[in-house]
């Protein structure tokens, strides 16, 4: 397996540079805002740069760093103290090669899209069972945002793999290749692993569309459920409503004014025609 060095930018900076280690500095120093990462060829190797955002879910800002690829190995100049980046989560696979590089980056991304997806069908599961929490729109939204920087960061190594695989086979038609062929074989294989990661995000990120219908839906059918329950309530006590204005009317011709059953009769009627309003509802299963 090739070698890979990861050096800082001060380091590079400070050191007596060779022809190749100045190509990487020029890339970072012209390194405009709106780089499109990439790959370019030099004589006997592949160089480039790109943009990748620091911290977990990337909530921190975003560094740049730069790459010079040939048949002696990978050099990487990864910005000074950026623990967040995948390069120094994968350190510990520098010393095994430059394609157990690349694989640890390709195995972490994996397991966050994986832990992402196992989060985001327990949400499913919890609205699905009616445990709904209003505090869900700002989680979706959360994960969406996580999400779109996690696809835009893959989308870049997708760049840089598939110009080194496009470089490599343009040299090799030319004037030979630059990189091994076992290494040459393993970014074939990298960029279509890479590629199905960057389209797993993508379906975690449409999926998250499905989950916010069903939160929709489901704090629609609570407020339904909500409205169903004080419209019955509502309409149990029209009745009598309508009987305690009837008999609120104190004309003197009324018979039960003056009645001495009078009293206990409204009190019977009102129970009889409640109970005639649940029975009613209930056979019509509106609760």
């Not at 190509?23 to 943009?51: D, H, I, M, N, T």
């Not at 050099?75 to 690349?102: N, R, Y």
């Not at 004080?230 to 018979?255: H, R």
Request: with cysteine; charged share 25%; aromatic share 12%.
């Amino acid at each position: 397996m090739a070698n890979i060095q990861i050096i800082s930018r001060e380091q590079l900076e400070q050191k007596v540079r060779g022809e190749k280690e100045e190509l990487l500095l020029q890339s970072l120093q012209r390194f405009p805002p709106s780089y499109w990462s990439g790959v370019k060829v030099a004589e006997g190797c592949l160089y480039g740069a790109f943009r990748f955002h620091e911290g977990q879910n990337g909530e921190h800002s975003v560094s740049s760093a730069a790459f010079l690829l040939g048949e002696e190995g990978l050099i990487l100049v990864a910005p000074q103290g950026s623990e967040g980046l995948p390069w120094k989560t994968a350190s510990q696979a520098v010393e095994d090669g430059m394609e157990a590089f690349f694989e640890s980056i390709l195995i972490r991304g994996q397991q966050k899209v994986e832990k992402m997806e196992r989060y985001l069908i327990e949400v499913e599961q919890e609205i699905v069972k009616g445990k709904i929490n209003r505090n869900r729109n700002q989680v979706i939204f959360e994960c969406k945002r996580t999400l779109s920087i996690w696809k835009n960061d893959y989308v870049q190594f997708l760049n840089i793999v598939e110009g080194i695989n496009g470089l490599e086979q343009k040299k090799k038609e030319g004037e030979g290749q630059i990189l091994t062929e076992e290494s040459a074989c393993y970014f074939h294989v990298y960029g279509t692993k890479l590629k199905r990661l960057t389209e797993e995000t993508q379906f975690l990120y449409e999926e998250l569309v499905h989950i916010r219908e069903a939160l929709d839906a489901a704090l629609s059918y609570e407020q339904n459920r909500i409205m169903k329950v004080f419209t019955t309530v509502t309409t149990v006590f029209m009745p009598l409503s309508l009987i305690a204005g009837w008999y609120g009317m104190n004309f003197a011709g009324m018979p039960e004014l003056e009645w001495e059953y009078g009293y206990a009769f409204v009190g019977v009627l009102s129970v009889l025609v409640i109970l005639a309003c649940i029975w009613f509802f209930k056979k019509k299963k509106l609760f």
